[in-house]
């Protein structure tokens, strides 16, 4: 039985047209990256061989972070969770399936069409090495197996350990938002990693903080000569090979316990949910009321009103939700562990003035709430579709542009007030630096037009995706891709500001002018 199981998950999701998506998102890196000059990778390669085992590894490394981290989420956190959603679960626990047979077979299947969508790696490689204009002095021999060794060292060890956290907490939380927030926990600890490599001292604790691997490569390889990375195979051992034996050794572990604690339930109870009320069997007296009645209005403020109404409503929910705050928690946490460096520049310590603590704040806050705001964009468009309340909420007396208006209002202010939380935080920072000279100013212009102004642009433009297609993770991969297309448009010669959305200087202050 568990063969059909596994059957009727790859036909679900070859069905799909976001799986294909993520299959062309994987070939085209991959692709541009070996047959064209304007997408690098790979870092500064110089004169090693392009094609080279180390340069392949590098790829791998980073396409396992974003893209990697995004897809298996988006794949793998729903293979449960949808059957909750589409209200089959009672359906399904009610019939001969066996645990085992139910949670085995769509984890199995699930993960098959990761490998299948992460194989674009491989064709994009394969591919793109035999193009005509490449100039073959800089390549090595075309060799299957100098492709398959980086995409099994990162990009499979990687998909499947998030595979079996991200459909643990799918299976246990019953709400994709936990989902999403793994995947910036991981963004984090990835960058916490990056932080401590700085340190000689560190790096075997950044090399076990590090989800991805890629640092344990970087450490295993960062003596090599130029003859060495072109030559070389990448060996599966050291940093990288502790590295991925741990992350390993989690991953199964979560999944075993989550498989454990997994029950079959008519009615639901995920993380974070209250626990249903049984209902009160004593007998009701029946009451005759009058119905209301429904006065039209028809006043000039209505469509303000309406509008207040619904983005006090969306910013409540935002703002306290479990999730929302879990977001918040990480940045503050990166904050506090690079505080020490948050008056360097260059290896060189300055005076903590107002405009570095804030353009300190600011740069990893941006980053994080980058992920929240592409996740909570789809949440918002999809909410009242997801709890089968859109048609209602569609007819309701209101303009179109009420409710997609206030979502984006409701979520910026979030991001914003989440933000404004930062300036506390850089004083405290200045005064335990010995540094008295506040400027209020200087924080409430840089957080605004560096940091505000732009995730709220970012905002806009992932409910108008969202908005346009059919499908949330659609929706999702279309807004990654327009992130990668901004990455290497310059490096494509499209570094016209008119070419690129979101990419004008509004921000008024530098710490360079001041």
Same mark, same amino acid.
């Given at each position: 039985m568990i063969l059909d199981v596994i059957k009727f998950e790859l036909k679900y999701r070859l069905n799909r047209p976001a799986t294909y998506l993520y299959f062309i998102l994987f070939f085209m890196l991959a692709f541009g990256a070996v047959a064209w000059d304007g997408i690098n990778l790979s870092g500064a390669i110089g004169k090693v061989k392009q094609n080279s085992s180390f340069v392949l590894h590098n790829m791998a490394g980073?396409?396992?972070l974003v893209p990697g981290l995004f897809i298996v989420s988006a794949i793998m956190g729903v293979a449960i969770l949808r059957d909750t959603e589409h209200k089959m679960d009672a359906i399904l626990f009610t019939t001969t399936i066996s645990k085992s047979t139910y949670f085995h077979g769509r984890f199995i299947g699930s993960f098959l069409i990761l490998l299948g969508t992460s194989s674009g790696f491989v064709f994009g490689i394969g591919t793109?090495?035999?193009?005509?204009?490449?100039?073959?002095?800089?390549?090595? $021999?075309?060799?299957?197996?100098?492709?398959?060794? $980086?995409?099994?060292?990162?990009?499979?060890?990687?998909?499947?350990l998030l595979a079996c956290i991200f459909f643990s907490v799918g299976a246990l939380a019953r709400r994709m938002i936990f989902v999403y927030l793994q995947a910036v926990i991981f963004i984090a600890l990835y960058v916490v990693a990056q932080t401590l490599i700085g340190n000689v001292e560190n790096i075997q604790l950044a090399v076990l903080l590090d989800p991805i691997g890629f640092y344990g490569f970087q450490v295993d390889t960062r003596y090599w000569t130029i003859a060495e990375k072109s030559n070389l195979d990448v060996p599966f051992s050291g940093y990288l090979r502790q590295n991925r034996f741990v992350w390993i050794g989690i991953a199964l572990a979560i999944y075993l316990v989550s498989y454990v604690a997994f029950k079959f339930r008519t009615v639901p109870q995920g993380l974070f949910s209250k626990k249903a009320k049984l209902p009160n069997n004593s007998p009701v007296k029946a009451e005759t009321l009058a119905l209301p009645i429904s006065k039209g209005s028809f006043a000039s403020g209505l469509f303000w009103f309406q509008f207040w109404v619904l983005t006090k409503l969306y910013y409540k929910e935002t703002?306290?939700?479990?999730?929302?705050?879990?977001?918040?928690?990480i940045a503050f946490i990166i904050l506090l562990i690079n505080a020490e460096s948050a008056n360097q520049r260059y290896g060189q310590e300055l005076y903590?003035?107002?405009?570095?603590?804030?353009?300190?704040?600011?740069?990893?806050?941006?980053?994080?709430?980058?992920?929240?705001?592409?996740?909570y964009s789809g949440e918002m468009i999809w909410k009242e579709k997801d709890i089968r309340f859109d048609q209602i909420f569609d007819a309701l007396p209101t303009l179109n542009a009420v409710p997609l208006v206030s979502k984006w209002l409701a979520l910026t202010l979030s991001i914003g007030t989440v933000l404004l939380l930062t300036i506390p935080m850089g004083i405290l920072l200045q005064l335990a630096k010995g540094f008295t000279h506040i400027e209020l100013g200087v924080y409430l212009q840089i957080i605004f037009f560096q940091s505000f102004v732009p995730l709220a642009i970012s905002l806009a433009l992932g409910l108008v995706v969202q908005s346009l297609v059919d499908n949330k993770f659609t929706g999702y991969a279309l807004h990654i891709l327009v992130y990668i297309f901004i990455l290497f448009a310059n490096d494509l010669g499209l570094n016209h500001s008119l070419f690129l959305f979101n990419s004008g200087e509004m921000y008024l202050l530098r710490y360079e002018w001041l």
């Open positions: 980073i396409m396992g793109g090495l035999l193009m005509p204009w490449l100039d073959q002095t800089k390549l090595l $021999p075309w060799q299957l197996s100098k492709i398959m060794r $980086p995409w099994l060292a990162f990009i499979v060890t990687n998909m499947f703002i306290r939700s479990v999730p929302f705050i879990g977001f918040a928690l903590p003035v107002s405009s570095l603590m804030a353009d300190f704040a600011t740069s990893y806050a941006t980053v994080i709430f980058m992920a929240v705001g592409l996740f």
